[in-house]
């Protein structure tokens, strides 16, 4: 349901929805409340409500700080990951030119697939929280297979040669660490407290009574609000691959990997990457 909601509606869109609809359902049911149960704006029973209140205030809080600490934490790993990986790619390409033509050829075709395969086949998946391992195994293999076909033939090229290696080692690891980033997701149990508690909170703030009606109205209000938006950086940072502030791609079309984006990728490029396409 959270990745349908973000991938179909914006953000704005998502936070009129769930603050507004928040804020709404909120003063509706103090109203009601109020209503029903005239007594309760003498505030006869504040002091119980207000103990109440602020306990559950303040371990409700405490759950959703936490809750939205580690995801936003995992929206930065996520990020750095995505970053690491398409700079071992980009340097694969700048350890390429010091092998002879055919060999640099062979390798550019190999990276310029894996490249393209994850940009446009395997992040539509992540997008969706259902990404293939063989969406880009094949094409990852592919440059496994140049390197291991290839024997260095000099003291500068076994030295590239090791470099490349180790990058691409690299890359098959951070590739297997964001495939299993992109299936993480809030372990039901912290989806319950973080969605529940705001169930068992925001009504009662009904039972506070004030004389005043729009000093009650502000108060519930402020309340949904505060939750609401807390609720909305759950939703949001929960899938770091879907939605408007979504991990992008852009790594993988940058620096030396930009030379695989105006070539076709089943060509090797005409060219090697200028000094200011650095990884």
């Given at each position: 349901?959270?990745?349908?909601?973000?991938?179909?509606?914006?953000?704005?869109?998502?936070?009129?929805?769930?603050?507004?609809?928040?804020?709404?359902?909120?003063?509706?049911?103090?109203?009601?409340?109020?209503?029903?149960?005239?007594?309760?704006?003498?505030?006869?029973?504040?002091?119980?409500?207000?103990?109440t209140l602020g306990?559950?205030?303040?371990?409700?809080?405490?759950?959703?700080?936490?809750?939205?600490?580690?995801?936003?934490?995992?929206?930065?790993?996520?990020?750095?990951?995505?970053?690491?990986?398409?700079?071992?790619?980009?340097?694969?390409?700048?350890?390429?030119?010091?092998?002879?033509?055919?060999?640099?050829?062979?390798?550019?075709?190999?990276?310029?697939?894996?490249?393209?395969?994850?940009?446009?086949?395997?992040?539509?998946?992540?997008?969706?929280?259902?990404?293939?391992?063989?969406?880009?195994?094949?094409?990852?293999?592919?440059?496994?297979?140049?390197?291991?076909?290839?024997?260095?033939?000099?003291?500068?090229?076994?030295?590239?040669?090791?470099?490349?290696?180790?990058?691409?080692?690299?890359?098959?690891?951070?590739?297997?660490?964001?495939?299993?980033?992109?299936?993480?997701?809030?372990?039901?149990?912290?989806?319950?407290?973080?969605?529940?508690?705001?169930?068992?909170?925001?009504?009662?703030?009904?039972?506070?009574?004030?004389?005043?009606?729009?000093?009650?109205v502000l108060f519930?209000?402020?309340?949904?609000?505060?939750?609401?938006?807390?609720?909305?950086?759950?939703?949001?940072?929960?899938?770091?691959?879907?939605?408007?502030?979504?991990?992008?791609?852009?790594?993988?079309?940058?620096?030396?990997?930009?030379?695989?984006?105006?070539?076709?990728?089943?060509?090797?490029?005409?060219?090697?990457?200028?000094?200011?396409?650095?990884?």
């Amino acid at each position: 349901m959270s990745l349908w909601l973000l991938n179909h509606f914006s953000t704005f869109t998502l936070t009129v929805v769930i603050v507004g609809g928040t804020v709404a359902l909120a003063v509706a049911g103090s109203m009601y409340t109020r209503r029903r149960y005239p007594s309760l704006a003498e505030g006869e029973h504040n002091d119980m409500v207000g103990v109440t209140l602020g306990m559950f205030g303040a371990i409700y809080g405490i759950i959703l700080a936490f809750v939205i600490v580690t995801l936003w934490t995992q929206l930065e790993s996520t990020q750095t990951v995505v970053a690491t990986e398409a700079t071992d790619a980009a340097l694969i390409a700048r350890d390429a030119a010091a092998f002879p033509a055919p060999v640099r050829d062979r390798l550019d075709v190999a990276l310029s697939g894996y490249v393209h395969g994850v940009v446009e086949k395997q992040w539509p998946l992540m997008r969706a929280g259902t990404p293939e391992y063989d969406a880009t195994a094949g094409k990852l293999q592919a440059v496994f297979e140049v390197l291991q076909s290839y024997e260095p033939k000099t003291a500068r090229e076994e030295v590239f040669y090791e470099e490349a290696v180790g990058h691409l080692n690299d890359v098959a690891a951070q590739r297997r660490a964001r495939l299993t980033m992109a299936e993480q997701q809030l372990p039901p149990l912290l989806q319950l407290l973080a969605f529940g508690g705001a169930l068992v909170l925001i009504p009662l703030t009904f039972l506070y009574g004030m004389r005043r009606r729009r000093i009650q109205v502000l108060f519930v209000a402020s309340v949904a609000g505060l939750i609401g938006f807390s609720l909305l950086l759950v939703l949001v940072l929960d899938r770091p691959f879907a939605g408007e502030l979504s991990v992008s791609p852009a790594p993988y079309r940058q620096g030396a990997l930009a030379q695989y984006w105006t070539e076709s990728p089943d060509q090797p490029p005409n060219a090697a990457p200028t000094e200011e396409n650095n990884p």
